[in-house]
Every structure is written in structure tokens, then in C-alpha cells.
């Protein structure tokens, strides 16, 4: 189709090294051509606990390559967007991001196959100085993104909800891989002292990739900090009590930053509900968080008495990233008007209000094959669910590639006919 999209054009030059917009266009092409190569969580931590000089620049060449597969893919996704809302300028400007992040990669230079350690010195702090940056360009993805579907709600160009959340599930999740590859990489290889001998044995510890997750310990400082925002809000919350049981003993690999942002999301969520729900009474009923342990699932149940959710917004509104129970805090009012000085990331949003906490948190437990679902009793209260992968061998990126005969967001998701991406993703078999 054709594409109204009006991109910045890049004059070349030996100066900035910047590419003209028709070799980029090429090179975005040519790469969301190659396949995305989802990783298997237990590899990654295997490879970055060999921390010396070979496999630092093996993960640097990776990262280049993979990273620029992943952010053309993307690319190609929003630009397969309707004309309103390829027009709308905060989706401009995250396609401008992920178009300059994607052009500093590709614009890095090969390394030699015999380079001097002085090459391998400047590729790697090359490559590094590109992740930060990256990292760092992209933290206001997310809410960008917010107000930019907000605005396009409110004017009435939303005609295909399900493809806008569609669009968005992939979008973000999309995100989660590029960011984990990259903090990884940082984390494993940048803040650990590279050693000529393998550092196989001793921490835990692999880049963010912690070896001997402690899920309990995770959601009892998840629950301390949702339990603030509560009391700055409300001057009262309810308590969290965690408890965990096991059936085998086995040590759990997970990135516990995921964790966390799930665990934080559903107990900010249960805090507000039960503190709102028993207004006024002289003691709030507890937030009971069960971890538990299986062969096949970490498994954690979150229950709370906030009331619970009626049927008809469980089915209809609840991952749909345009619904939220609360009203829009005043920031995110201001930016939808316009005013983008008080735009910040998810780490610093408030305890409620724009409706991206539930959905997102659901994307960060599908990322490495888990599920978030949540079962209420409107009138009582209601139980949140968090499955992860008990295996590492098991926990694989669920990561959306574009197919441009499966991807057009101008008509019904009914007319693709291939597997959804969630469910290829899920069959995956080493």
C-alpha cells in the first residue's frame, strides 16, 4: 500500500556519516527480510557467564546484528499504520527513534577478522556507546505512545480497536526483546570484569539474568512499593503478606526485573481497589500474595477483597490499553493536550490512571512463555495470576516478525489467516 509517511530526509556526509533516507529505506528493507532469532533464556545465561575478551565480541557483533533485525521488523509495523495515524506526531517521533536507533547500527563498521586489540577496543565501546544510547532514547516508548493513541481516541479515528491493541501488543513486546538484549549485554559484559578464564561458577548472577531468583523476596519489595504509592495517595493501605511453597527445589532463572514490574503493577492495582473499596473502615482486609513453585510453572496468585471487576469489563475493556478505572492524572491530561513537559517512563507512573500498567505486565509475563489472567468476583474482590516458565530450557522470547501479507492494521484481524503471532511463538520447540 501505499505509505504517506513523511520521513526526515538525511543528507550524507563524511562528516556526520548519516545515510541518505533511500539507502536507509533499503537497509530496513533488507533486514526486516531476515528472520528474528528468539532466545532461549537459559542459553543467554550460559553465554554471558563466559565473561572474557572472545565472547564480549561475539555478544557485540550479536547485538549489532540481531537488534537491527528486531528494530527494522519493527520499523516495517508502523509504517504498515493507517494514514491518521502515521500523521499524529508522537507517532512520528517514535517512528523517528526507532529509524535513528536502527541507523546507528547498521552504520557501525565490520570488524576485521584479524583485528588489533586496538579495533576490538573501539568496535566494542562503539557498540556499547550505541546500547546506552538506544536504551536511553527509547525509556518513553511507552507513554509516547499513550498519548498519541489517546489523542487519536478522542478525535474518533480509533474505527478498528482490535487492531490498534493488536498493533500495540506487538509493538511493546517487541520493545521487551530489543531492551533485554540490550541491558543484558551491558549488564553481563560492561559491569562484569572481563577475565581470560571462563567465569562459569560463582555468582549468580549473569547480567540481569539472575540464576537463583528469589521470587518471594521480589514481591515482598514489590508490595513495600506499591504500599507507598498507596499511603501518598490514600494515608492508608493494606498489607501484603507473601508466602511461598514448592513442589521440588529446583533453582529458579529468571530476570527479576520482569518480575517485579509484573508483581508491582497487579499489587498497585490491588492496593488502590482494597484501600478505595473499604473506605473508612478501621482495618483493610490484606492482600495475600501465594508463590508456588511447580515441574513446569513458577506460579504466583495475587487475591485481594478490592470489590473485584464486573463481567462486562473483564470481557470487554480490560487488556484493551484504552480503559483504566481511574481518571487520567493530570500530567498525562496535559500531554494529550499538547503540553509534553511532564511526559515520563513507566518506571516513574503514578498509581493509576492511563491503562497500559495491566496490559504491559501481561506482555512481560508472555515475553519468555508465561500468561497473566485474572479471575474477579465483582461485589468481593479479585484473583491475579502470574505464570512463568519453572525451566530455563523452556523460556523462550515470544517476539512478533513482520510478514507484510499478515500485517494490515486497516482491516479486521480476522482476515489474517496465519497462526497469531502469540500462539507460533508458544509452539516452539528446540
Known amino acids: 500500500r501505499s505509505c504517506h509517511f513523511t520521513m526526515p530526509v538525511r543528507m550524507g556526509s563524511a562528516r556526520t556519516g548519516r545515510l541518505l533516507r533511500g539507502v536507509l529505506d533499503k537497509k530496513i528493507a533488507e533486514y526486516s527480510g531476515y528472520m528474528i532469532n528468539p532466545q532461549r533464556l537459559k542459553d543467554v545465561a550460559a553465554f554471558g557467564s563466559i565473561t572474557n575478551q572472545s565472547t564480549y565480541l561475539k555478544s557485540c557483533k550479536f547485538i549489532r546484528n540481531e537488534c537491527a533485525i528486531r528494530l527494522a521488523h519493527i520499523i516495517r509495523e508502523i509504517r504498515e499504520l493507517p494514514d491518521p495515524f502515521l500523521e499524529e506526531e508522537n507517532i512520528q517521533k517514535v517512528h523517528t527513534w526507532y529509524t535513528t536507533s536502527f541507523e546507528d547500527l547498521v552504520s557501525l563498521p565490520d570488524l576485521p577478522s584479524r583485528a588489533s586489540a586496538a579495533e576490538q577496543d573501539a568496535f566494542t565501546q562503539e557498540v556499547l556507546r550505541n546500547a546506552n544510547a538506544i536504551t536511553n532514547r527509547h525509556k518513553p516508548t511507552v507513554m509516547t505512545m499513550a498519548i498519541a493513541m489517546q489523542r487519536l481516541v478522542r478525535k474518533q479515528l480509533v474505527i478498528d480497536p482490535i487492531s490498534a491493541i493488536e498493533f500495540l501488543d506487538r509493538l511493546f513486546m517487541a520493545r521487551i526483546g530489543v531492551r533485554f538484549l540490550l541491558t543484558q549485554h551491558m549488564s553481563a559484559f560492561v559491569e562484569t570484569p572481563l577475565d581470560e578464564k571462563d567465569s562459569t561458577t560463582g555468582s549468580r548472577w549473569v547480567g540481569s539474568i539472575d540464576r537463583e531468583c528469589n521470587v518471594k523476596a521480589i514481591a515482598e519489595h514489590a508490595g513495600e512499593a506499591a504500599r507507598m504509592l498507596c499511603l501518598n495517595k490514600y494515608f492508608d493501605a493494606p ?53 508456588v513453585q511447580g515441574e513446569e510453572d513458577l506460579s504466583i496468585r495475587i487475591r485481594d477483597r478490592g470489590g473485584g471487576i464486573p463481567r462486562r469489563i473483564q470481557t470487554e475493556n480490560l487488556f484493551t490499553y484504552m480503559y483504566s478505572t481511574a481518571e487520567f492524572p493530570d500530567f498525562f491530561e496535559a500531554a494529550v493536550d499538547g503540553d509534553d513537559s511532564a511526559l515520563t517512563d513507566m518506571n516513574n507512573a503514578p498509581l493509576a490512571g492511563f491503562g497500559y500498567g495491566l496490559c504491559i505486565s501481561r506482555l512481560y509475563a508472555r515475553y519468555l512463555g508465561g500468561e497473566l489472567s485474572l479471575e474477579c468476583l465483582d461485589g468481593h474482590g479479585t484473583d491475579a495470576y502470574v505464570y512463568l516458565q519453572a525451566q530455563s530450557d523452556q523460556a523462550v522470547e515470544v517476539l512478533p516478525s513482520f510478514v507484510a501479507s499478515q500485517v494490515n492494521y486497516t482491516s479486521k484481524l480476522d482476515k489474517v489467516v496465519a497462526p497469531h503471532w502469540l500462539e507460533q511463538n508458544r509452539t516452539w520447540t528446540p
Open 239 to 291: 498489607d501484603v503478606n507473601v508466602t511461598t511453597t514448592s513442589t521440588n527445589s529446583r533453582p529458579f532463572t529468571y530476570i527479576p526485573s520482569h518480575i517485579h514490574h509484573i508483581v508491582f503493577e497487579l499489587l498497585k492495582n490491588s492496593c488502590r481497589a482494597v484501600t478505595e473499596y473499604h473506605e473508612g473502615e478501621a482495618k483493610l482486609p490484606p492482600i495475600e500474595v501465594l508463590i
